[in-house]
């Protein structure tokens, strides 16, 4: 192997400006293609980050995923029962106190409760609907970034502020309105609500900030007109990954729909995977085109060296050893041109984190997120070096399959 | 009797294609162990093609090629390639040194190649096979820092590299002047005298007659034989 080495280096060391321009090459497809995956994975992830810190991981809700059997379908097999009236029941989580308390004891995060509805807001005469979550405010810091999300007041400032509500940046901008002042809550019930303005969010989500107001659980329980009603448990996981295996459990446990936050956004997730796929086949497409420097110095290299080649298989070097000599040298081009790609890598990645960019959706200036991890670095790597060999062994098999006679005729 | 290092039975080595070509047709020829074979005849007669099949760089369409007992005609690339390796030594018209490397780096070639001794232990013998041929101060230079008489003699340094029991040289003479031709003659003859087999394919007939046996070839077949050395030859003659 040794010697196959001291010929391969031999070979590329003596070619300076075409191992250089193969190097380049490898350099351009390792370093932007690491640049294009740690902006796609880091807007990616950023993007999520914001989601999941937006949103509760797992919301359980007053509903069933399906009607509950009846007893006589239970009992006989002939029998089957459809349309069924609904039994007027008192809509809410059936002793939420004890359901919290359970919950506490096992899931690895934190749960609070929330009365959630549908209202309109009314204000100089424009007329929005909105969502309405009743939280507890102690119990809403251990659940969701709200009290790092305010940008006006504090979430404390509820309970100081007759009937006071948070209101969304966006929204507030919508309606002209602003900390302090009062706006009119109208429930599904035609129940209204003259609220305060105790304070103003940013979530970073605009949709959320549109349509979203928090208040006390009681200004909330009125507007929906069921005094002391929870309707909605919220839990916050120490790792929001482990978000749908522990609402699967919740819900067999309690019985009620619970709702992980990967499923309320199934749509969107899935997005990101055809999103993945478009992102692998562009950067694997870049990392392939640079390996066609390579594919070119060492059809040059073998076209070079048939004379070579025909000698060394002549004094009885194997065919594959003759090979393996022009893996290699691919090899040194592809393994110099990746650690220059790795470090053209970093100083991209570092370059466009640098650069911030105006968000038209949440109406800020922000700093493009770049994901920096060490698996982009091997993966790219490895793609790239197997490119190289594969990009390196065509041409040399095609040399090395030649018959020393046939080369050391034509010389003569 | 002596020792058959080299024997060819009923040799053919023919191209196919849309005009078929015989380039050796049906020879039969033993070599001792330490003769000096000269194979001459007219350009296109097929000598340095049969000099391929003796030395396994081609494969006989037809026949065999007997290598220190060795038939060698169901030996597979790879089987040929270590046969060349240890077997044969090649000396060629140009001296096909790797222009890249020093003389002695290419006399290393076959050892290296073989792996059979330690780094110092292949040194010490290509400085010493460098030094018998009188190279021993060009050992660090390149072949194009060398003469043509010098370039062939480092190619026969490496084709003794491996103590190869056969020497193959094609028209080792044919690109050198008078005095190098001399050189690297007696340098050949030397290597027979010392016991290993020598083949020669040359164009010069004095040369010629200074090999223990000479063979002429015609038309792919031996026309004439003489010399002494070839008292285990078995010569078809051309009719």
Same mark, same amino acid.
């Given at each position: 192997?040794?010697?196959?080495?001291?010929?391969?280096?031999t070979?590329?060391?003596?070619?300076? @400006?075409?191992?250089?321009?193969?190097?380049?090459?490898?350099?351009?497809?390792?370093?932007?293609?690491?640049?294009?995956a740690?902006?796609?994975?880091?807007?990616?992830?950023?993007?999520? @980050?914001?989601?999941?810190?937006?949103?509760?991981?797992?919301?359980?809700?007053?509903?069933?995923?399906?009607?509950?059997?009846?007893p006589?379908?239970?009992e006989?097999?002939?029998?089957?029962?459809?349309?069924?009236a609904?039994?007027?029941?008192?809509?809410?989580? /059936?002793y939420?106190?004890? *359901?919290?308390?359970?919950?506490?004891?096992?899931?690895?995060?934190?749960?609070?409760?929330?009365a959630?509805?549908?209202?309109?807001?009314?204000?100089?005469?424009?007329?929005?609907?909105?969502?309405?979550?009743?939280?507890d405010? @102690?119990?809403?810091?251990?659940?969701?970034?709200?009290?790092?999300?305010? =940008?006006?007041? /504090?979430? #404390?400032?509820?309970?100081?502020?007759?009937?006071?509500?948070l209101?969304?940046?966006?929204?507030?901008?919508?309606?002209?309105?602003?900390?302090?002042?009062t706006?009119?809550?109208?429930?599904?019930?035609?129940?209204?609500?003259?609220?305060t303005?105790?304070?103003?969010?940013?979530?970073?989500?605009r949709?959320?900030?549109?349509?979203?107001?928090?208040?006390?659980?009681?200004? %909330?329980?009125?507007?929906?007109?069921?005094?002391?009603?929870?309707?909605?448990?919220?839990?916050?996981?120490?790792d929001?990954?482990?978000?749908? /295996?522990?609402?699967?459990?919740?819900?067999a446990q309690?019985?009620?729909?619970?709702?992980?936050?990967? #499923?309320?956004?199934?749509?969107?997730?899935?997005? +990101?995977?055809?999103?993945?796929f478009?992102?692998?086949?562009?950067?694997?497409?870049?990392?392939?085109?640079?390996? +066609?420097?390579?594919?070119?110095i060492?059809?040059?290299?073998?076209? #070079?060296?048939r004379?070579?080649?025909?000698?060394? /298989?002549s004094?009885?070097m194997?065919?594959?050893?003759?090979?393996?000599?022009?893996?290699? #040298?691919?090899?040194?081009?592809g393994?110099?041109g990746?650690?220059?790609?790795?470090v053209?890598?970093?100083?991209?990645?570092?370059?466009?984190?640098?650069i911030?960019? +105006?968000?038209?959706l949440?109406?800020?200036? *922000?700093?493009?997120?770049?994901h920096?991890?060490?698996?982009?670095? %091997?993966?790219?790597?490895?793609?790239?070096?197997?490119?190289?060999?594969?990009?390196?062994? +065509?041409?040399?098999r095609?040399?090395? =399959?030649?018959?020393?006679?046939?080369?050391?005729?034509?010389a003569s | 009797?002596?020792?058959?290092?080299?024997?060819a039975?009923?040799?053919?080595r023919?191209?196919?294609?849309d005009?078929?070509?015989t380039?050796?047709n049906?020879?039969?020829?033993?070599?001792?162990?330490?003769?000096?074979?000269?194979?001459?005849?007219?350009?296109?007669?097929?000598?340095?093609?049969?000099?391929?099949?003796?030395?396994l760089?081609?494969?006989?369409?037809?026949?065999?090629?007997?290598?220190?007992?060795?038939?060698?005609?169901?030996l597979?690339?790879?089987?040929?390639?270590?046969?060349?390796?240890?077997?044969?030594g090649?000396?060629?018209?140009?001296?096909?040194?790797?222009?890249?490397?020093t003389?002695?780096?290419?006399?290393?070639?076959?050892?290296?190649?073989?792996?059979?001794m330690?780094?110092?232990?292949?040194?010490?013998?290509?400085?010493?096979?460098?030094?018998?041929?009188?190279l021993?101060?060009?050992?660090?230079? &390149?072949?194009?820092?060398?003469?043509?008489?010098q370039?062939?003699?480092?190619?026969?340094?490496r084709?003794?590299?491996?103590?190869?029991?056969?020497?193959?040289?094609?028209?080792?003479?044919?690109?050198?002047?008078?005095?190098?031709?001399?050189?690297?003659?007696?340098?050949? &003859?030397?290597?027979?005298?010392?016991?290993?087999?020598?083949?020669?394919?040359?164009?010069?007939p004095?040369?010629?007659?200074?090999?223990? &046996?000479r063979?002429?070839?015609v038309?792919?077949?031996?026309?004439?034989?003489?010399?002494?050395?070839?008292g285990?030859?078995?010569?078809?003659?051309?009719?």
């Amino acid at each position: 192997m040794k010697l196959l080495f001291n010929i391969a280096w031999t070979h590329v060391s003596t070619r300076v @400006r075409q191992t250089l321009v193969g190097m380049a090459g490898v350099s351009m497809g390792v370093g932007f293609t690491i640049m294009m995956a740690g902006l796609m994975q880091g807007s990616q992830l950023d993007f999520l @980050r914001q989601l999941v810190d937006t949103m509760p991981h797992i919301t359980i809700e007053d509903e069933r995923r399906s009607v509950p059997t009846q007893p006589a379908d239970q009992e006989y097999a002939a029998v089957q029962m459809s349309d069924i009236a609904n039994v007027g029941k008192r809509p809410g989580i /059936k002793y939420p106190e004890s *359901v919290m308390s359970s919950l506490r004891s096992w899931i690895p995060g934190d749960v609070a409760p929330s009365a959630k509805s549908t209202a309109i807001i009314n204000h100089g005469g424009a007329r929005i609907g909105i969502s309405l979550t009743g939280i507890d405010p @102690r119990r809403e810091v251990h659940v969701s970034k709200l009290a790092t999300q305010m =940008r006006e007041g /504090k979430i #404390e400032d509820l309970s100081r502020s007759p009937n006071g509500i948070l209101m969304g940046e966006a929204l507030a901008e919508k309606l002209g309105v602003k900390t302090g002042n009062t706006v009119l809550l109208i429930g599904g019930q035609g129940i209204q609500l003259n609220s305060t303005v105790a304070g103003l969010f940013r979530s970073g989500l605009r949709s959320i900030d549109e349509s979203q107001i928090y208040s006390l659980m009681g200004p %909330a329980q009125i507007i929906m007109g069921q005094s002391g009603v929870v309707n909605q448990l919220r839990l916050r996981l120490n790792d929001p990954m482990l978000a749908q /295996k522990v609402a699967a459990q919740v819900e067999a446990q309690t019985g009620y729909k619970s709702v992980s936050w990967q #499923e309320a956004n199934a749509d969107l997730l899935s997005s +990101f995977t055809v999103r993945d796929f478009i992102v692998l086949t562009v950067m694997g497409a870049m990392l392939l085109t640079s390996s +066609f420097a390579t594919y070119n110095i060492i059809s040059t290299i073998t076209h #070079e060296k048939r004379q070579d080649i025909a000698i060394m /298989k002549s004094l009885g070097m194997r065919e594959y050893a003759v090979r393996r000599i022009f893996i290699i #040298e691919a090899a040194i081009i592809g393994v110099v041109g990746i650690l220059f790609g790795w470090v053209l890598g970093y100083l991209l990645c570092y370059g466009w984190s640098k650069i911030t960019i +105006f968000n038209p959706l949440t109406g800020t200036t *922000v700093p493009l997120s770049i994901h920096y991890s060490l698996t982009h670095y %091997a993966v790219v790597g490895g793609i790239s070096l197997l490119c190289c060999a594969g990009a390196a062994y +065509f041409p040399a098999r095609k040399a090395t =399959r030649v018959q020393p006679v046939e080369i050391i005729r034509g010389a003569s | 009797m002596s020792e058959i290092a080299l024997q060819a039975v009923e040799l053919v080595r023919r191209i196919e294609g849309d005009v078929a070509h015989t380039l050796v047709n049906g020879i039969d020829l033993s070599v001792k162990k330490g003769e000096f074979l000269a194979i001459t005849g007219p350009s296109g007669s097929g000598k340095s093609s049969l000099l391929y099949l003796l030395g396994l760089l081609d494969a006989p369409s037809e026949g065999e090629v007997i290598i220190c007992g060795e038939p060698t005609s169901k030996l597979s690339e790879s089987e040929r390639a270590d046969v060349r390796l240890t077997k044969c030594g090649f000396v060629f018209q140009f001296h096909f040194l790797l222009p890249e490397f020093t003389s002695l780096d290419n006399v290393l070639l076959p050892m290296r190649a073989a792996g059979k001794m330690s780094e110092p232990e292949m040194r010490e013998r290509g400085l010493s096979l460098l030094g018998s041929l009188g190279l021993g101060e060009h050992a660090n230079k &390149r072949p194009n820092q060398l003469s043509g008489g010098q370039r062939q003699r480092v190619a026969i340094a490496r084709a003794l590299a491996n103590r190869p029991e056969i020497i193959v040289a094609d028209e080792p003479t044919g690109a050198l002047d008078t005095v190098s031709t001399q050189q690297v003659f007696k340098i050949l &003859r030397d290597i027979a005298d010392q016991g290993q087999t020598v083949v020669v394919v040359t164009h010069d007939p004095a040369l010629a007659a200074r090999a223990d &046996r000479r063979i002429h070839i015609v038309d792919g077949k031996i026309a004439e034989s003489t010399g002494q050395g070839g008292g285990e030859a078995v010569c078809e003659m051309a009719t």
